[in-house]
């Protein structure tokens, strides 16, 4: 695609505009899902270290929370 319309007075091509606005959004997005995606893990991480400690303590943990 160009950046150039010869079907518009002003020489904008508003469909690569549009796809432009689109493909930046989507690299923001995923950024941001990879960014939550990352802290996921470590919250479940951190949960099997405090089972872990729970179950060596001797301590049951309730399935139904």
Request: contains cysteine; proline residues 3%; negative net charge.
């Amino acid at each position: 695609m160009k950046d150039n319309c010869p079907f518009s007075e002003s020489g904008k091509c508003e469909i690569w505009i549009d796809y432009q606005i689109l493909q930046y959004a989507l690299e923001e997005a995923e950024e941001l899902a990879d960014a939550n995606w990352t802290e996921i893990k470590r919250l479940y991480a951190r949960i099997d270290q405090l089972t872990a400690v729970l179950v060596d303590a001797g301590i049951t943990i309730p399935e139904d929370l």
